[in-house]
């Protein structure tokens, strides 16, 4: 999926400017790197699934992502790290791709 990547290129681009600041906004950066940056990459192993089974448990785990994501992108601008307009796109950008997630998981399971 095109977009979870670049969701993922935007998350590394906010995290490197996160990360020039030690404390605090490094390891808030890093745990958003981790989270933002997973969604793309268990969609992509989704997609290469052996089984229904394997595609529906990469697809809830890239959901889980997406939910984690929206946490920390929520805390940093709370927070007053990054101004809250940066960010905007960002949150919904992931609220948008928790719920497109949300509702392949489902049908996945029936």
């Known amino acids: 999926m095109e977009r979870t990547y670049a969701f993922a290129l935007s998350i590394v681009r906010l995290c490197q400017q996160l990360g020039k600041k030690p404390g605090v906004n490094r390891i808030l950066a ?10 793309g990459a268990n969609v992509e192993e989704a997609q290469a699934g052996q089984s229904k089974a394997d595609f529906s448990s990469k697809i809830s785990i890239a959901l889980k992502e997406a939910r984690e994501t929206r946490y920390w992108l929520r805390l940093i601008g709370d927070s007053g ?4 307009g940066t960010l905007g796109p960002l949150r919904k950008e992931a609220d948008e791709l928790s719920k497109i997630l949300g509702a392949i998981a489902s049908r996945s399971k029936q």
């Open 81 to 84: 790290m990054v101004d809250l």
């Open 30 to 39: 890093l745990q958003l790197l981790r989270s933002g940056t997973s969604i």
